[in-house]
């Protein structure tokens, strides 16, 4: 199947600092990417979807100035957490869907646990 | 997307059939049917979907009720590996793509 890759795998930044959270379809072109946030014991929640060429759509709640989202090509997309503080701790999760018709499967990446000092 | 119910919890003994239900009691005539399953600190997998017949694949099976409104996800011979979150998920093959993700069922392999 399908790869997406993200980078770093964890990090653990000070408060105030801006952390960049990459992620990568490896051997698939996506033109629409999707962050998730996950809080322990918690399930996924949608933040936003990224769109290659466009701006990004931000769910209802998430701040855009926050988290920025960039679609730089067809197969990367970044999310920025700016100015971070400890209750943005999480773990930050983006998936890139392969559409086969009428069916589409979406591709996870293994994750990035951001830990906020 | 329709929503989903799923037991919070279930338990298997290793090597036993584990079978999550799913209701999706609304769902509409062109969503699909989706199980993904999130082991501890990983992204979600894609496991199995399904519109209206039931389906196997070299993970699990997946059986649909005539009428829709609920799914079980079969895992034949569930090994310690098994053990993860499993999300049930109505989709529309119109929709972009994003998924909506419940609570799912922590499934616990156990020897």
């Not at chain 2, 993860?84 to 994003?98: D, F, L």
């Amino acid at each position: 199947g399908a790869v997406v890759s993200q980078h770093p795998s964890w990090v653990i930044c000070k408060s105030g600092t801006s952390v960049k959270i990459e992620c990568r379809s490896l051997d698939f072109q996506a033109t629409t990417m999707f962050w998730y946030r996950q809080f322990p014991k918690q399930s996924l929640m949608l933040m936003a979807t990224s769109n290659e060429g466009s701006k990004a759509t931000y769910e209802q709640g998430v701040e855009k100035d926050k988290f920025l989202i960039n679609h730089a090509s067809l197969t990367l997309s970044t999310l920025t957490v700016t100015s971070a503080h400890p209750e943005d701790s999480s773990f930050y999760i983006c998936s890139a869907p392969w559409f086969a018709g009428k069916i589409n499967e979406q591709f996870f990446g293994p994750g990035t646990r951001l830990t906020v000092l | 997307d329709a929503k989903t119910t799923q037991p919070t919890s279930m338990d298997c003994a290793e090597g036993r059939a584990a079978n999550l239900p799913c209701n999706h009691s609304t769902i509409s005539g062109n969503e699909y049917v989706y199980w993904y399953r999130q082991i501890h600190s990983q992204g979600p997998q894609y496991i199995i979907h399904g519109l209206k017949n039931n389906e196997t694949n070299e993970m699990a099976s997946l059986i649909i009720t005539e009428d829709r409104k609920s799914s079980t996800l079969i895992l034949p011979h569930a090994t310690l590996r098994d053990t993860a979150v499993y999300y049930c998920i109505a989709h529309g093959s119109s929709n972009t793509g994003k998924l909506i993700f419940g609570q799912g069922t922590t499934l616990q392999v156990k020897p």
